[in-house]
C-alpha cells in the first residue's frame, strides 16, 4: 500500500482594505517612516474596521475563497483547525465559530494557539489526520486582528503589526509531494520577553489592568531579536543539513515576517538569495499566524509542482520551527 502524504492542495488569503502607513503612524506616535523602514521593514500595515468584526471574521473570508478556489463543498471538510493569539473570545473556538459561519457542517474543530509560530505548528497537527488516512480533507486557518491588542501610544510595538488571515487545505496524495519533516521547539522561558500581561486566569481583567494599558501587547525588543534570529536560522539550516539539501536545490525559503533583519539574516545562513526568499512584511507587516499562508497565497502562481519549500517561524513562549515541504502543484491550476 502508497504511504499517504498529506498535501497542501490549494491556499487563500484575506487582508482588510485599509492601510495604516507609516505617515499616519507617524501623527499618532514619535515614530516616522524612516525609522521604522531602517529598523523593521515595514511601510504599510493592513487594519480591520468595523463593529464587532473579530478575527474569525478574516478567517471566514480566507475559508470562503479557499472552498470556492479549490472547487470544495462546506459538506466535504472534515476538520477545521484554526489558530492566532486575538480569537473573538476566549470561548467558543475561532474554529467553531469560522464554521458555521462558512457552512460547514460535518466537520469538528478546535484553536491551536503558538503565537507568531502558530501557522506551522497547527499545519502539522493536521498532518495526522490526514497521514493516517482518518480524514480527507482539513482546513488549516491562522487569522489574527492584531490591531485589537497593539498599543498605539507605544512607539516600540505599535509599528510591528497588522491584521490579515490566510487558509490552506490539506488533502491526502501518494505521490511524492507534500509535507516531509518538520522541526519544532519551545522554550517557556521566552514569556518574560514577549506576552500579554492581563486578561488571562492568573491576572484576570480589573479596572486595575485596564488603567496600566496590560491588556495590549508587552515586548522587550532586543531579547526577542536575538533570540528569533538565533532560532529560526538554526532551525532552518538544521532542516537542510537533515535532508542534505543545499542552496541551489531549495526553492524558497518562507519566513514568518516579523523583522525584514530577521529574515535577510535567515536566509543568509542558508545561504539563499534575496529571489528565492518570499517577502510581504513591507505591506502587511506582522500578521503573526497569517505571515506564512499569506506569503504561500501570494507566490502562488509561481509554485511549481515538486518545488521544495522550508517554512519557518518564530514565536512568543517561546516557540519556533521550520517544515520541509514539497509543493503538489502549479500554481495557475488552482487561480
Known amino acids: 500500500m502508497d504511504k499517504i502524504n498529506a498535501a497542501i492542495t490549494g491556499v487563500n488569503g484575506w ?6 502607513t507609516n505617515d499616519e503612524l507617524a501623527t ?36 470562503e475563497g479557499l472552498l470556492k478556489k479549490t472547487g470544495t463543498s462546506p459538506e466535504e471538510v472534515d476538520l477545521i483547525i484554526a489558530t492566532g493569539v486575538t480569537p473573538d473570545m476566549l470561548f467558543p473556538a475561532n474554529a467553531n465559530i469560522i464554521a458555521d459561519l462558512v457552512g460547514i457542517k ?39 486582528k492584531m490591531s485589537s491588542i497593539t ?26 509531494v507534500g509535507i516531509i519533516d518538520h522541526i519544532f521547539g519551545v522554550d517557556g522561558s521566552g514569556r518574560h520577553y514577549l506576552h500579554q500581561k492581563a486578561g488571562g486566569s492568573a491576572k484576570p481583567a480589573s479596572h486595575k489592568t485596564i488603567d496600566a494599558r496590560e491588556h495590549f501587547i508587552y515586548q522587550e525588543g532586543q531579547a526577542v531579536f536575538k533570540f528569533a534570529v538565533t532560532k529560526m536560522a538554526d532551525v532552518s539550516v538544521e532542516m537542510m543539513k537533515k535532508h ?23 536566509a543568509r545562513r542558508m545561504g ?31 509554485l511549481k509542482k515538486g518545488d521544495k519549500l522550508i ?12 517544515m520541509y515541504l514539497k509543493w503538489a502543484y502549479d500554481g495557475a491550476g488552482r487561480k
Open 272 to 302: 539563499l538569495q534575496r529571489e528565492k526568499v518570499m517577502i510581504n512584511i513591507e505591506k502587511y507587516g506582522n500578521t503573526t499566524t497569517a505571515t506564512i499562508p499569506l506569503c504561500l497565497w501570494e507566490w502562488e502562481d509561481q
Open 28 to 63: 499618532m506616535v514619535d515614530t516616522s517612516d524612516e525609522w521604522i523602514m531602517q529598523r523593521i521593514g515595514i511601510k504599510e500595515r493592513r487594519i480591520l474596521k468595523g463593529k464587532e468584526r473579530g478575527s474569525s471574521y478574516m478567517g471566514a473570508k480566507a475559508v
Open 151 to 176: 498599543d498605539y501610544t507605544d512607539r516600540t510595538t505599535c509599528p510591528l503589526f497588522g491584521d490579515g488571515a490566510a487558509a490552506v487545505l490539506l488533502e491526502p496524495t501518494s505521490e511524492d
Open 311 to 322: 517554512l519557518a517561524a518564530f514565536g512568543g513562549g517561546f516557540t519556533w520551527g521550520s
Open 244 to 266: 542534505n539539501l543545499t542552496s541551489d536545490e531549495l526553492d524558497w525559503l518562507v519566513p514568518h515576517q516579523a523583522n525584514m533583519r530577521i529574515i535577510e539574516a535567515t
Open 106 to 144: 460535518n466537520a469538528w474543530g478546535y484553536d491551536i494557539n503558538a503565537a507568531c509560530s502558530g501557522f506551522i505548528f497547527t499545519l502539522q497537527t493536521a498532518v495526522q489526520y490526514v497521514e493516517s488516512g482518518k480524514y480527507k480533507k482539513v482546513i488549516v486557518v491562522g487569522m489574527d
Open 15 to 20: 487582508v482588510p482594505e485599509y492601510k495604516l
